[in-house]
C-alpha cells in the first residue's frame, strides 16, 4: 500500500479467509496496517498480489478514517 505521502508498508497474509469472509492476517499486520491508516489522508493505493501471479489495484478513501476510528475504539 501506498499513501498520499508515497509512504509504503506491504501487509502478508497467510492466504487464509477470517470467518467474516476477509483476508485473514496476523495481528501484529493488522496493527501495522491500522497504524498506516491512521496517518495516512486522502487516498491508499493498495496492490494485492495473490499465489496464482494475479494482481488487484485499487485505492481506498481514508479521509475521515481516523475520527470514525477513535468513536469506535471509545465504545
Do not use: P, R
Not at 1 to 13: G, L, P, Q, R, T
Not at 57 to 69: A, L
Amino acid at each position: 500500500m501506498k499513501n498520499a505521502a508515497n509512504e509504503i508498508i506491504e501487509v502478508n497474509s497467510n492466504g487464509d479467509w477470517n470467518q467474516n469472509g476477509g483476508i485473514k492476517v496476523s495481528d501484529i499486520e493488522c496493527k501495522k496496517f491500522m497504524s498506516f491508516l491512521n496517518k495516512s489522508l486522502g487516498e491508499i493505493k493498495v496492490v494485492i498480489h495473490d499465489e496464482y501471479n494475479s494482481e488487484y489495484v485499487f485505492n481506498i478513501d481514508v479521509t475521515g478514517f481516523k475520527e470514525e476510528f477513535a468513536l469506535l475504539s471509545s465504545k
